[in-house]
């Protein structure tokens, strides 16, 4: 069996270890859109970022299973893909696979801004991206945000610096709204950047390196776009096989065409962590999808079954976050001292997550309570916290 | 090059050569040593890069910080040597020493 994997990023990653882990034994073709070998994304915001060392220690892939026999890698953007015939077409070859995997991924949404030059606009998404940031940073006094979601703050925690003033800019009209507002607020508590909510962006002043809002000019020498991300669909969009927000799966991760299966934060699939079918943009959402194929094509399929989660650094503050929640569930406060906090997010009786921030205890029990079933809201409260949740669970 | 020993879940011994400044994770997962998964890359977030260091290692290492020592406590079978791949820094101090990696991650 020969399996040609479109992207080779965090998805495509875990796809390749635990096939060749598992013994697969047919050959696998890896399309590498990228100009890099496989690195890991969340450190480009974070430790990364704030000191940039060689890119070795972002290697994605152990040595040993990158160059495998079995794998053949083109650094090559795929072009078209016909699904029928098994055919993965780059810019000037043909090759025949007997399934095609779709591990695209997103990219950075980008604003454009009248009177902003390119040179003065960045994403972070890839590795090429914070290098370009890097280099341009030198002189760099005002640094303009705009999004204000985890990705902005890891940033603007990582771009510190003495001769530097960072200002998040966000349109809605809470900073961070992906969380609890009392979680929230303990991140925004420590962040280094300045933050104005409610902003529009009308057009960049280039004569006085600012731009121009609704709440008057805001220096910026330099833009960063970090406003949220889109799918890759192109491809199975171009054979029928995409919705607007992604490509749908069933619980294995296959397409409705037989040859082809998605993986990856691209991959749109009944999570039954919410009953609900969405796309997540996470590491373990990457990982887990990525298992689920595996399995299926060992020989061995189990249907998804995975309960995402998330983490987050901001300098010294680490947020994990077991469980998903919608925006509009309910927050309760469950543990909030001088080091800790935890604030429970829930639907009535009926917790969809745990944020926790300086609380990797409860987050690691929120996790295996998850696997174990759901948490009733009402009995976490009674135990005072999801570790003696678990305690008494187990007893 | 400094290096380690690093005995995998199947008991085999690697021998994995190291850069200092560089973790535990960086040196084993670039060798491609058995066992370890690192879900989240060394962000301290997932507990699937548990070894167990030798007693050789005593007194060449701080404390595991709270944030380890939470994450550690939800490892399988943690022993007092137990310690996060990816939150341990390497030095020359480090330079043939024994490590195991933990039987399973999870
Ligand atoms: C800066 C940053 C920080 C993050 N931090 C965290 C975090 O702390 N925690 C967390 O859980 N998640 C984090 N994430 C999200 C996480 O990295 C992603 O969810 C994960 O990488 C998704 O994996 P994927 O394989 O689906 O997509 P990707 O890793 O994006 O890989 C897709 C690859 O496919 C390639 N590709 C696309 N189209 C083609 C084509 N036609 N031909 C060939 N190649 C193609 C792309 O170039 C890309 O390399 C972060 C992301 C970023 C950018
Ligand atoms: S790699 Fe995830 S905790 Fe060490």
Redesign the interface.
């Given at each position: 069996m020969k399996i040609g994997i479109v992207g080779a990023g965090q998805a495509a990653c875990t796809l390749i270890a635990e096939l060749i882990r598992g013994q697969f034994d047919g050959e696998i073709i890896v399309f590498n859109g990228e100009s890099h070998s496989p690195y890991?994304r969340?450190?480009l915001s974070?430790s990364w970022l704030a000191d940039p060392t060689e890119t070795?220690?972002l290697?994605?892939l152990?040595?040993?299973?990158e160059r495998h026999h079995s794998i053949q890698w083109i650094q090559s953007q795929v072009k078209a893909i016909e699904p029928d015939h098994g055919v993965i077409v780059t810019n000037n070859v043909s090759y025949t696979v007997d399934h095609i995997v779709l591990a695209t991924g997103t990219r950075a949404k980008k604003l454009s801004i009248d009177g902003l030059s390119s040179e003065k606009t960045h994403v972070i998404r890839t590795l090429d991206d914070v290098m370009s940031l890097t280099s341009a940073l030198d002189g760099v006094a005002n640094i303009a945000i705009l999004g204000a979601g985890f990705l902005a703050f890891e940033l603007a925690s990582s771009l510190k610096h003495p001769t530097r003033t960072i200002r998040v800019l966000a349109k809605g009209i809470r900073a961070l709204p992906q969380i609890s507002v009392k979680a929230a607020d303990r991140l925004l508590d420590a962040t280094p950047a300045s933050i104005r909510v409610g902003v529009t962006v009308e057009r960049y002043d280039e004569d006085n390196a600012a731009l121009i809002t609704n709440h008057g000019p805001i220096p910026a020498d330099l833009v960063i776009m970090a406003i949220g991300a889109e799918p890759n669909i192109e491809l199975a969009h171009a054979c029928g096989l995409a919705a607007n927000e992604g490509i749908p799966t069933d619980a294995y991760m296959q397409t409705p065409h037989p040859r082809v299966s998605a993986i990856g934060e691209v991959s749109l699939h009944e999570q039954p962590h919410l009953n609900q079918r969405i796309r997540i943009e996470s590491?373990?959402e990457a990982?887990d999808t990525a298992s689920t194929l595996a399995k299926r094509l060992l020989g061995q399929p189990e249907p998804f079954h995975a309960t995402p989660?998330f983490?987050s650094?901001q300098g010294d503050l680490?947020l994990?976050i077991a469980g998903l929640s919608a925006r509009t569930d309910e927050e309760t406060v469950l543990i909030n001292s001088e080091?800790e906090c935890v604030v429970i997010r829930h639907q009535g009786d009926r917790v969809t997550a745990i944020e926790a921030v300086?609380?990797?205890?409860e987050?690691?029990?929120a996790r295996?309570l998850f696997e174990q079933g759901t948490i009733s809201l009402e009995n976490l409260l009674n135990a005072g916290s999801v570790f003696s949740l678990l305690q008494s669970s187990r007893s | 090059m400094p290096q380690l020993t690093c005995i995998d879940p199947n008991d085999q011994a690697i021998d994995v050569t190291f850069e200092p400044g560089e973790t535990v994770l960086q040196a084993t997962y670039r060798a491609g040593v058995d066992g370890i998964l690192a879900e989240c890359g060394g962000g301290c977030s997932c507990a699937t890069c548990h070894v167990i260091l030798n007693a050789d290692w005593d007194g060449t290492l701080d404390a595991p910080s709270v944030q380890e020592a939470d994450m550690l406590s939800f490892a399988i079978d943690p022993t007092p040597h137990s310690r996060l791949a990816c939150q341990v820094q390497l030095n020359d101090k480090h330079d043939g020493l024994t490590l195991t990696v933990a039987k399973r991650q999870y």
């Open positions: 890991q969340p450190p974070k070795e220690s290697r994605l152990p040595e040993p299973i590491i373990s990982n989660w983490w650094d680490k994990q080091t300086n609380a990797a205890k987050f690691m029990a295996r | -």
